[in-house]
């Protein structure tokens, strides 16, 4: 039995983004009706580039306009989905220095800006807590 043609079940691929202001923190949103903060992005559609689906997903949910190509993508990442129990989520990352404000709009409640050192004392989505904010602050630390 092949599993290659149909995304597995269980598997939530999306875009999100590692947004880095001009004072060194990073944005992190909250969607509507849950608790965890996490990277802003969504889910790739069929056909779409990770990155075109990134620059999509932040200017419906953040207002944010960016252009695609100022993107640097920082590695796949997975871990376990923070609101959809029983799923996996698999991020492609990318990071980009925005010096714009940000107005939470589509299923986003609210947006926060944390030291990337920290977990600014807030509950974060697994991806966020235990993969992306150790790698940025590792690649902080070896450029240092």
């Known amino acids: 039995m092949s599993t290659f043609p149909a995304q597995p079940t269980g598997l939530i691929h999306i875009a999100a983004a590692l947004l880095i202001g001009p004072d060194g923190r990073t944005l992190l949103v909250r969607k509507r009706g849950t608790q ?46 923070a609101n959809e129990p029983g799923f996996i989520v698999k991020a492609e990352i990318f990071l980009l220095s925005i010096d714009s404000d940000v107005t939470p709009a589509a299923e986003i409640e609210e947006v926060i800006w944390i030291d990337p050192a920290t977990d600014g004392d807030v509950p974060l989505a697994p991806l966020t807590r235990d993969l992306i904010l150790p790698f940025y602050r590792a690649s902080l630390t070896a450029t240092a």
């Open 36 to 81: 965890a903060f996490m990277q802003p992005g969504g889910k790739i559609e069929a056909q779409e580039q990770p990155v075109n689906a990134l620059a999509r997903e932040l200017e419906e949910e953040l207002g944010l306009i960016i252009d695609p190509s100022h993107a640097t993508f920082l590695g796949q990442f997975s871990a376990p989905a």
